[in-house]
């Protein structure tokens, strides 16, 4: 008798063990793209509809018949926001169905971690918004990109908005300014950013850190009661968005005066506070809510009426949605780019599509065709300049929904350029890298 | 019928008083340490060392370094995860500063300073016991995430908060490759795992067994328990510290200190309970069950699901994980309460019977 369940139990393993096996002998027809989410955690709330956008993405340009034929795979892994178990997943999916593409980890903490260890794969990583600032020089950060923006773009579009509305830069003289950080990598980011504003334009900046997950800020709210400052920016991420205007609202704070990033303006962020976040403005990552873009209109006709939609129809056009669905255009059309170089019509490598993504080159017909009419501006990155764009706007929520409230800014590279420059030769003195040559930027 | 020790006879009190008397246990021994040095790297792909081998030997360390503290001496501490952070820290610091420091004396100076901490934060043991130690250790805790998110000076200025370190090497060998890097943890794992068994086989540990079973007894006999509870939080944070000091180094390369928060202790706890408390063998049962079980879940898991046709996604894959964990958790508990080193050495004790059973 315990001879027969021994075998049973052997049996079972080999059979999970040989379905787990067959994985291996999958093909490297496809371009695989891995898929860093988090479902699960305090940062569930915006991770979800991110990774549903990203997807989605990926099985649009499937129904629509790939990258030039090439069709593409992707596996989803949930890393929890949390730096080891996004390391794992990256060291489990790197080597899969002929190799990773390209990682989205969407966490600067995993960011920092996959910094490291993603040139000697030879793999680029996207960071599209978020990262490390000064990754967008391309001539130390080979690996690293960017794209459309990093924290110090950011913050200094917030300040040129809030200096436009007071009137001018000379107005923000003596102002008071809080902002109201997620004690992370990701909070931390705009500080150097804001500190050189404030020296420059002569206005007081308190920092609030804020721990992670973020659900305990009436110490902060208070302090922020106390100080009265001007304007309150806020870099939450996840529940702590949503708990920070909560927490507005008891403390009688004005939303109004109120900006947060672009992670931090999202339809998640408000919908439970409803209409006490009215009058809450964020930064809008050139896309705000799309729901009437083309690309969302072919997405619900070509893959949810079929019933092969990764999340809830009514997510799809939302802010964080949009921001997924612009990560994975920006992923696919790199591999595009790649593919006029090395071979249409044939699966990128890595090192392949790093040259794609280094060599973007959208511009707005191009944008148009794809279906971004309206929600992206022409991106084209370079050697050194791996972000490639620095629009952003600001919207406003009103209670129902997200209306932008401001022209198109751009960050002022004067300013950001010297301190980007300053960063990236820090680090590549810390790691012992030289520059990158003028071949290899060729190469 | 395999495992007697008949005829096996000692002639010298050193032959006596070896670590593993039985032969059969120093040829297993011997096997298992070939195939870790030799056989693994021949079986092993990259991803198994990156995810699960390295992470697994380096929390065994720390799990070793706890269970000398918490199972051996009795003092709940319920700051592991910050004494990890200070061995990094240190480590870190002293990588950065001093320039041309070897990468191993880094690690050994971080874990110096990990016990000075330790001993620090364990002069409270002396006058509290129990639940109301494990809240002086845990304040231990808070303090290290307070001190290196808000001290620039631990983090060498970083804008971020972010720290990382690159180009390890040893006696002017490379820690590079996945392999190397497992053989640098298997070395430091050994030779440390050898001296706690010692430690704890000599007077020392036997003060802190006898601290742990009835500390007033044992002060009655003339055990300082000054000298025992400090020794034993010095032995222990040193060894956590330079795990944590590794943890950095070797398997993260890159880390803010959300990466030794208060989880991170509750985990290594949870090894040396699961494992067995009072036992080196059980900081790597533990360590095992708690760095390989969820890994091995979220492969399986959707592997069990695609064999009856149903496609699982991540969030409930990460939900399942947990809740087939916990339940895990509460049934060894129930069924082997001293934990899985406990069951080991029963199996042993039947398989010295066996075939034969009485």
Known sequence: MKVKSLAIAAAVLAAGLASVAQDALAQAKEQFFPALVYRTGAYAPNGVPFANGYVDYFKLVNAKGGINGVKLTWEECETGYATDRGVECYERLKGKNGGATVFQPLSTGITFALTEKAPGDKIPLITAGYGRSESTDGNVFKWNFPLTGTYWDAADVLLQHIAKKEGGWDKLKGKKFALVYHDSPYGKEPIPLLVERSKMHDFELTTIPVTHPGVEQKAAWLQIRQNKPDYVLLWGW??????????????????????????????????????????????????GAEPNSKVVKDLLEMVHAKGQGTGP???????????????????????????????KGKVMTGEQARWGYENLALDQKKLDALGFAGVMRPISTSCADHRGATWARVHTWDGKKWNFSSDWYESDSAIIK???????????????????TPEDCQS | MIYRENGQFKTTYRADSQIFPIAQDRIAIGLLLALAVLGVPLLADEYLFRAILIPFLILALAALGLNILVGYCGQISLGTGGFMAVGAYAAYNFLVRIEGMPTLAAIVLGGLCATVVGVLFGIPSLRIKGLYLAVATLAAQFFTDWAFLRVKWFTNNSASGSVSVSNLSLFGLPIQSPYEKYLFCLGVLVVFALLAKNLVRSHIGREWMAIRDMDVAAAVIGIRPVHAKLSAFAVSSFIVGVAGAMWGFVHLGAWEPAAFSIDRSFQLLFMIIIGGLGSIMGSFFGAAFIVILPVFLNQALPALGSLVGVTIDTALISHVELMIFGALIVFFLIVEPHGLARLWSTAKEKLRLWPFPH
Request: proline share 3%; net charge positive; hydrophobic share 40%.
């Open chain 1, 238 to 287: 996840g529940v702590m968005n949503s708990t920070a205007l909560k927490e507005a609202v008891a403390t009688g704070y004005p939303r109004e005066k109120m900006y947060g990033v672009w992670w931090a303006a999202a339809e998640p962020d408000v919908k439970d506070v409803g209409d006490g976040a009215k009058g809450y403005n964020g930064l809008a990552l050139q896309h």
């Open chain 1, 313 to 343: 129809k009514d997510e799809v056009g939302s802010v964080l949605y949009m921001r997924g669905l612009t990560g994975a255009m920006l992923a696919v059309e790199g591999v595009r780019r790649a593919q006029e170089r090395y071979g």
């Open chain 1, 418 to 436: 010297p301190m980007i420059k300053a960063a990236a030769d820090k680090y590549a003195a810390e790691k012992k890298l030289t520059r990158r």
